[in-house]
């Protein structure tokens, strides 16, 4: 076994690759980029090196400048974690000829799945069932189009070095086919340097199953179960569980065998992925489950697996690539309970879930779960790279209690002031089709009303009960008595106490008009508000419930069912503010650049129309056009962007 191993990542997965590589007394070395000084990663490592700018393709994307850094600390292996350079076939010749340990498949591995194409060909030659589709040469736009109707719509436009639901397009109708095309294209050649696509047919109500493979050097390959990774928002996974609900032993031995399959077909060595795309419209069937790509490292969701086969799978790797046979045998390989993962993501779901930035002044995870995590309270969410901050992974002896439990640990994420999506998350995990097993990959669209936060009451008693406090130390805020408030403009919260009579308590949490009757009782609260000010953080209670109190300026939060709901003085309506479309300005959501400008001055533009495109955090975002109207102006192509900035006005007929 090699003595010390430098991961060529950052965040979570560094510090998960590192946890196991402490544990077997492995020297551990990180590197990071100059927007990475500070993170945890770098702090977790017994040594750090500086290798580039903030920008990736500088820095974590530099396989020179990492390999430079190998060989200043004596690093003896390299594990590539998932992301940037892990499925590089370049990458990884380039390691081993350096005479470093290569924590991953060989080269050629890579090259044979790395492209969906040639992989979905090479599956076809080893009897593996793949979703009927087009993925030739011709990449012409006729060709495409042509084929794209031949398949029937709707199809799936797909990067063919793509994932991570990048340079991936579903499109309805053959009018938006070019559109679509152009923006696959785009992402493509953004994210991987490669504009080529493949195009498949779209399963209308698709369940995504993956099978978790692993192969040594004897020749020998087993696969550890599947995982369901159904629940997904622009084709990007959002909570992943194992085993899949619904799997039947028969259909179960189908992909599992298929999986093995495909493995051998590339003699696979190490951790790997087989995805498959499965039509859930009539249940789970064995002809009804497709090859759809392979994943060349490890994934973001192998805890699940982790947790129900009771495998440490970043120590099979490192065993593997020091040349050892697989730690266990097929049969000695069992499923245990049901374990899932829910992806804490730093973005706004109230705000079509976009990417959220700065720093996490306040930062609080569930106790008594998993939490793998690369973040820290202080720590910064930057605009560079990918906004995922946390896992949380549950394990319990059944899927509805395991359900539930992350549901309750989801609720318990207090993050502010960057924006997290964990409310969101305990309602997707609460939702009753969820918890019956009843998902598909088109889960969340379809039930988009319901998975919206709803104000709660219990957290308007709590925020009241706090403002109540302040001004007496012995009220009680009664619950029934909650009504919207329209008061006076410019009146700051408080409470009127006339001794010993009910009066009246007022606020706004999220910019709504709040209040309640108060009543004295005899004995008070813990302390006044600006006590639980002064030492940052508290708890309030507000009936049985205990909730997160964060003092801020003008205000506090409180963290409610993982949502962060700000508490402010009482003020008239104020207008829509800075970003607002309402005089036909479309701001910057966050920093970025201008990768399409589909309208022009002077252009005549209807509502809901795309104006001009923006790429952050790796992901297109598309502003439209608020009403219809004529186009003043529009940013030039190209453009670095300051979040805010007006990247086109339009001026209504």
């Known amino acids: 076994m090699f003595k010390s191993v430098l991961v060529a990542n950052r965040g979570e997965i560094a510090c998960r690759v590192f946890r196991t590589a402490k544990r077997m007394g492995l020297r551990t070395i990180a590197v990071y980029s100059e927007a990475d000084a500070d993170a945890l990663h770098v702090r977790e490592a017994d040594e750090a090196v500086l290798i580039g700018p903030a920008a990736a393709r500088e820095s974590y994307l530099d396989g020179a ?93 797909k990067a063919v070095a793509g994932g991570g639901g990048k340079g991936m397009k579903r499109v309805d109708d053959p009018t938006d086919f070019a559109a679509g095309l152009a923006s696959a294209k785009r992402e493509g050649a953004a994210a991987f340097g490669d504009d080529r696509v493949l195009i498949e047919r779209y399963i209308t109500r698709p369940r995504h199953i993956e099978v978790q493979v692993f192969g040594d050097r004897h020749g020998d390959v087993v696969h550890l179960y599947e995982r369901d990774c159904s629940l ?14 619904g799997m039947s032993e028969a259909v179960r031995a189908a992909v599992t065998g298929a999986a093995i399959k495909a493995a051998k077909a590339v003699n696979y060595v190490g951790a790997g992925t087989i995805e498959f795309i499965a039509d859930a419209s009539d249940g789970l069937k064995a002809d009804g489950i497709w090859f759809m790509e392979m994943n060349t490292r490890l994934q973001v969701e192998h805890p699940v697996t982790e947790s129900v086969t009771g495998v440490d799978l970043v120590e099979w790797q490192f065993r593997v690539a020091a040349g050892e046979p697989l730690p266990l045998k097929q049969d000695q390989i069992q499923l245990n309970g049901w374990a899932m993962e829910a992806r804490l993501y730093a973005e706004d779901p109230a705000n079509g879930f976009l990417p959220s930035i700065g720093r996490l002044e306040h930062f609080v995870m569930p106790d008594g779960i998993r939490v793998d995590t690369g973040v820290e309270q202080g720590g910064e969410v930057s605009q560079f790279y990918d906004p995922m901050i946390a896992k949380l992974i549950v394990h319990e002896d059944t899927r509805e209690a395991a359900a539930a439990r992350l549901a309750e640990a989801a609720g318990e994420v207090e993050v502010w002031p960057v924006k997290a999506n964990a409310g969101f998350l305990k309602r997707c995990l609460d939702h009753p089709r969820f918890v019956a097993g009843d998902v598909d990959t088109g889960f ?67 910019g709504q008009g709040v209040s309640a009757a108060v009543t004295p009782v005899e004995t008070g609260w813990r302390g006044r508000l ?102 003043e102006s529009v940013a030039t192509l190209g453009d670095q962007v300051v979040e805010a900035a007006v990247l086109a006005v339009v001026k209504a007929d």
């Open 65 to 157: 400048k990492v390999l430079a850094a190998a060989k200043a600390t004596g690093a003896e292996a390299i594990h590539p974690g998932y992301g940037f350079l892990s499925e590089n076939a370049d990458f990884a010749e380039a390691v081993s000829a350096a005479g470093l340990i290569w924590i991953g498949p060989d080269p050629a591995s890579i090259r044979a799945m790395g492209l969906k194409d040639a992989a979905k060909e090479l599956m076809i030659q080893a009897g593996v069932p793949v979703t009927p589709g087009y993925q030739g040469a011709d990449q012409s736009e006729a060709t495409l189009t042509a084929e794209a109707a031949r398949i029937g719509y709707p199809v799936l436009i």
């Open 232 to 245: 997904q928002r622009r084709h990007q996974k959002v909570i992943e569980e194992a085993p899949a609900p």
């Open 444 to 510: 969340i669209a379809a039930e988009d009303a319901a998975l919206q936060p709803h104000p709660s009451e219990e957290a308007t008693l709590a925020a009241l009960t706090l403002i109540a406090e302040a001004a007496a130390d012995a009220v009680e805020v009664r619950a029934d008595r909650f009504s919207p408030w329209g008061g006076q403009p410019g009146l700051s919260y408080g409470a009127r106490l006339n001794a010993s009579s009910q009066t009246t308590v007022w606020a706004q949490i999220d």
């Open 530 to 631: 600006g006590e639980l000010a002064h030492v940052g953080f508290d708890q309030v209670q507000a009936g049985d419930r205990l909730f997160g109190y964060q003092a801020v300026d003008d205000g506090f939060v409180l963290f409610v069912d993982g949502e962060a709901r700000r508490v402010t003085p009482y003020r008239a309506a104020v207008g829509s503010g800075a970003g607002a479309v309402s005089d036909g300005s479309l701001r910057a959501p966050m920093p970025g650049k201008i990768v399409a400008t589909p309208v022009k001055a002077g252009d005549t533009v209807s509502k809901g129309q795309p104006v001009v495109v923006l790429e952050a955090m790796k992901m297109e975002h598309a502003l439209t056009a608020p009403f219809d109207g004529m186009v």
